[in-house]
């Protein structure tokens, strides 16, 4: 859902939001997790993995710097390419296979 989501620019406000869910206290905010962020161009993909083939993907567009679904402006189908399916393949292999929804982000310095 994009919920308690934070970016953190700087020390003080990765102290201060740290320091924040400390004091609530309770279990969901002793979970953290900590991503380098990508300057994606507007959009993400997520696409869906069943056994290690990619049999959908969607491209999730937002002006803003979340995009998961519950924030996204609109929603459109993204053609499965050969690099996308090499991408979902690997990230299905490295956590065991199943069905599984994979978010893709596209960097605009690289090549995709």
């Known amino acids: ?20 869910k400390e004091t609530l206290g309770s279990y969901q905010h002793s979970i953290v997790y900590i991503q380098e962020y990508i300057q994606k161009p507007g959009r993400d993909i997520r696409a869906f993995v069943v056994n290690g083939d990619t049999v959908c993907a969607m491209y999730r567009t937002s002006e803003h710097w979340i995009t998961n679904t519950a924030a996204v402006d609109r929603e459109k189908a993204c053609p499965i390419t050969p690099e996308l399916e090499g991408i979902c393949r690997a990230a299905s ?20």
């Open 1 to 20: 859902m994009g919920r308690l989501l934070a970016r953190i620019n700087d020390r003080d406000a990765a102290e201060a939001v740290l320091e924040h």
């Open 93 to 112: 292999q490295a956590v065991g296979g199943g069905v599984l929804a994979i978010d893709v982000l596209e960097d605009p310095i690289a090549a995709f």
